[in-house]
């Protein structure tokens, strides 16, 4: 059995972006890899974040993830900071990784220019990306476009490791949708969709009302030209919608063009309306149920004793393998 991992930061309301790219593949590999699911609030806090919004954001995400249809039974669901071996493992893997390999990563010269002084933890996040990853042997990271670099960066230093101290940790591989793995902004299709956009019309979020979900919608950035067909280059917009169609929907999107060859784009987007609202509004029913039931918690202490029960065993041969200690 693969051995999967994946994790989600604490930090906004997950989005349809996070969503399509990488939790509808969290669920489909629950039923026939080892999950471990991860809300990684240690990664959250490279920049500041509210204390009490955060543990509200850590739950919400939890709950977020069974209302999806991921199940405790199938799969573990827990928090990165109840495992104190992604820190730990951090460390290690942080001595042997270079300055100049994580100056090179996107997310962080992005992340970086708007901070005056940025802090070295998110210079060094993708150092504790690594650990969350390697702390469970895992083969295969689902995970959107995004982090593409991330995993490269993993791969790397596991096998430097691999050479100069023996075998050590598994190499894993990273797992990419051809729909859905990169979900750009409603509002500019040439820039991701992300939780930290100021306009909330940029993106729908799993819990938006069905009210919200039309307003962005409908009010996406799209062209003048008028004819629904994929042309990510030419036409970002309408592509990017189709995307989102044709990931929520199951439908190809060649399909879809033919379908609404002579319709125009406000119908099109009507439409679309009604294909995002059916699949989320079960999801909100559910997220409503669970998230404040016992239920939810007690599946993260099991979560985190089974991640706890695997990381020691790691950590024993990583310090082994590096003369650590006794
Ligand atoms: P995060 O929290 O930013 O995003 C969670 C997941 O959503 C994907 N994603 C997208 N996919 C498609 N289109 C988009 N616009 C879009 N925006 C985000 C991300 O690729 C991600 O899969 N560093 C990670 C979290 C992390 C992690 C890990 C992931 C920490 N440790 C170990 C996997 C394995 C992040 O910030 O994801």
């Known amino acids: 059995m693969k051995r999967v991992f994946s994790g989600v930061q604490p930090t906004g309301n997950i989005h349809i972006g996070n969503y399509l790219g990488?939790?509808?593949?969290?669920?489909?590999?629950?039923?026939?890899?080892?999950?471990?699911?991860c809300i990684v609030d240690m990664h959250s806090i490279t920049l500041p974040q509210d204390p009490k919004e955060l543990k509200t954001s850590i739950l919400?995400?939890?709950?977020?993830?069974?209302?999806?249809?991921?199940?405790?039974?199938?799969?573990?669901?827990?928090?990165?900071?109840?495992?104190?071996?992604?820190?730990?493992?951090?460390?290690?893997?942080?001595?042997?990784?270079?300055?100049?390999e994580l100056s090179r990563m996107t997310q962080f010269k992005q992340k970086s220019k708007d901070e005056a002084s940025a802090p070295a933890g998110l210079?060094?996040?993708?150092?504790?990306?690594?650990?969350d990853i390697l702390l469970y042997d895992t083969d295969i990271?689902?995970?959107?476009?995004?982090?593409?670099?991330?995993?490269?960066?993993?791969?790397?230093?596991?096998?430097?490791?691999?050479?100069?101290?023996g075998e050590t940790f598994v190499v894993p591989d990273g797992r990419f949708l051809k729909e859905g793995a990169r979900i750009m902004a409603l509002d500019d299709p040439t820039v991701k969709m992300s939780k930290s956009s100021k306009n909330i019309h940029s993106r729908i979020s799993l819990l938006d009302s069905p009210n919200k979900i039309k307003k962005s919608i409908m009010r996406s950035t799209t062209d003048s030209e008028g004819s629904i067909r994929f042309d990510a280059s030419e036409k970002p917009g309408i592509s990017?919608?189709?995307?989102?169609?044709?990931?929520?929907?199951?439908?190809?999107?060649?399909?879809?063009?033919?379908e609404y060859s002579s319709a125009g784009y406000g119908a099109f987007k009507?439409?679309?309306?009604?294909?995002?609202?059916?699949?989320?509004?079960?999801?909100?029913?559910?997220f409503h149920e669970i998230r404040p039931s016992q239920e939810l918690l007690n599946a993260l202490k099991d979560g985190a004793e089974r991640a706890e029960n695997i990381a020691e065993k790691t950590m024993k041969r990583v310090k082994m393998r590096f003369g650590l200690g006794l």
């Open 22 to 37: 990488a939790l509808k593949q969290f669920v489909e590999l629950q039923e026939d890899g080892d999950c471990i699911y």
């Open 60 to 100: 919400d995400v939890a709950a977020l993830y069974m209302a999806i249809g991921l199940d405790p039974n199938k799969c573990t669901i827990f928090i990165q900071s109840d495992v104190s071996g992604h820190a730990e493992l951090a460390w290690i893997l942080m001595c042997n990784s270079y300055t100049g």
């Open 123 to 131: 210079f060094t996040y993708p150092v504790l990306m690594a650990a």
């Open 141 to 165: 990271v689902p995970v959107g476009n995004d982090q593409k670099q991330h995993i490269e960066l993993t791969r790397d230093i596991a096998q430097r490791i691999n050479n100069t101290y």
């Open 240 to 258: 990017n919608l189709l995307t989102i169609y044709s990931a929520f929907s199951g439908r190809r999107i060649e399909d879809l063009e033919t």
């Open 270 to 286: 009507k439409d679309l309306v009604d294909v995002v609202c059916e699949e989320l509004l079960p999801i909100q029913e559910r």
